[in-house]
Every structure is written in structure tokens, then in C-alpha cells.
Antibody
């Protein structure tokens, strides 16, 4: 079974930067489509962004609140995805989860996040 | 972006009850709707995809229905382990794949 481990969280000042990592246990990582989801303390889930596999074109999509400040990348040789977060705001404080996604269904057309890491906590405060 | 609105935001029930959570999309999303369960301190877990298809290993007391803009998750014969927060998520066409705000199911 796929195991995902996030790391890199911590305390950062507003306006600062942080890079999160998501390491996977599977050697087929290069085929994975991966997503970052965050959850502010006591709040709901918020979709942050997704990166497709290089074989699928490697396209990256972002949610509006993070576009232009956050960058998703991947290093398939290290089975790792990254989230570079710049110009951090207090509202970016959250647990950040990475997910490994798949298409389900008879026609493989239902997109799901079926494997989740345990999350890493980002605190933005002066 | 497509907005997802869940109701209620919280719900009290007892073991053995049947409860229904609703989720409404701001535009038609066909049946590209997932449901997740999250317990305190844990990552979410996929329950249902395609609005009504049960993920492998999920008990049959969970069921989903709907299409277009209106969806529901029903849990029959509530068990103690079902008390959690539930989220809907739309995955229609292109990202962002937005979540509902969540429904906390309490004893």
C-alpha cells in the first residue's frame, strides 16, 4: 500500500518562505498524480493544488488563494513532491496533506484522492 | 470556481439512527462527487466516489446519491465509529477540486 510522509512544516514569520516535502514509498511514483490539501486549525479541507505525472504532461493547477505564491514540483528520482510556499500569510497556517490520486469507476473517470499522508503543520506567526 | 455547500454544518444523532447529509454544487457537476470521512487528528478517508459508488472496504450502511447539483450521503444504523466529520468534494472537469465546508456528526 502507498505510504506518504510529509515533512518540512514549522513556524515561519508572515512574508517568509517554507518548503514542504511529500515522500512516497512506491517506486511507481513517477506515474502518480499528486495533490496538496490543507486544513486550517479547526476548519475544513481546502484544495491547494495538483501536479500530474510527467507522462501525462506534468501540468500543475493551483487554487486561487495560493496562485503566484506557492509552487508545486516533483523529483521522480527521489519519489518526492514539493510545495514551495513564499510570501506566507497568517491565513496559510494549516496542516498540509499530500495525496496520491487515482481514477476510479468502470470508465476510470472519477478522480479521487485515495491515499493521504499524515500531514505536516505550518504555523505563520510573528 | 465551483462552490460546494454542505448542510447541516453539525448534526447530533444516536447509535442506530439513520442520518443524511446534503451537498449542493454551485453548478452542475454531473456525478463527479466524492465523500470523505475525517476523524480527529487523522487524515480524511475516501468513502464514496462518483456520487454513489462505495469505496472498497467501506461498510454498506454508507450510501450516496444525487446528480447535477444536489447530492446526499446517508448513514444507516449509525455505529460509534461513524461519529466524525464528513466532506463532499467535486472533481468535475478541471481543478480546483473544491470541498464542502464539512458536517460534524456528533453523538
Amino acid at each position: 500500500e502507498v505510504q506518504l510522509v510529509e515533512s518540512g512544516g514549522g513556524l515561519v514569520n508572515p512574508g517568509g518562505s517554507l518548503r514542504l516535502s511529500c515522500a512516497a514509498s512506491e517506486s511507481i511514483f513517477s506515474h502518480a498524480w499528486l495533490t496538496w490539501v490543507r486544513q486550517a486549525p479547526g476548519k475544513g479541507l481546502e484544495w491547494v493544488g495538483r501536479i500530474k505525472s510527467k507522462a501525462a504532461g506534468g501540468a500543475i493547477d493551483y487554487a486561487a488563494p495560493v496562485k503566484g505564491r506557492f509552487t508545486i514540483s516533483r523529483d521522480d528520482s527521489l519519489d518526492t513532491m514539493y510545495l514551495q510556499m513564499n510570501s506566507l500569510k497568517t491565513e496559510d497556517a494549516a496542516i498540509y496533506y499530500c495525496t496520491w490520486d487515482h481514477y476510479y469507476g468502470d470508465s476510470s473517470n472519477y478522480y479521487v484522492s485515495d491515499y493521504w499522508g499524515q500531514g505536516t503543520l505550518v504555523t505563520v506567526s510573528s | 470556481d465551483i462552490q460546494m455547500t454542505q448542510s447541516p454544518s453539525s448534526l447530533s444523532a444516536s447509535v442506530g439512527d439513520r442520518v443524511t447529509i446534503t451537498c449542493r454544487a454551485s453548478q452542475s457537476i454531473s456525478n463527479y462527487l466524492n465523500w470523505y470521512q475525517q476523524k480527529p487528528g487523522k487524515a480524511p478517508k475516501l468513502l464514496i466516489f462518483g456520487a454513489s459508488s462505495l469505496q472498497s472496504g467501506v461498510p454498506s450502511r454508507f450510501s450516496g446519491r444525487g446528480s447535477g447539483t444536489d447530492f446526499s450521503l446517508t448513514i444507516s444504523n449509525l455505529q460509534p465509529e461513524d461519529f466524525a466529520t464528513y466532506y463532499c468534494q467535486q472533481t468535475y472537469r478541471t481543478p480546483p477540486y473544491t470541498f464542502g465546508q464539512g458536517t460534524k456528526l456528533e453523538i
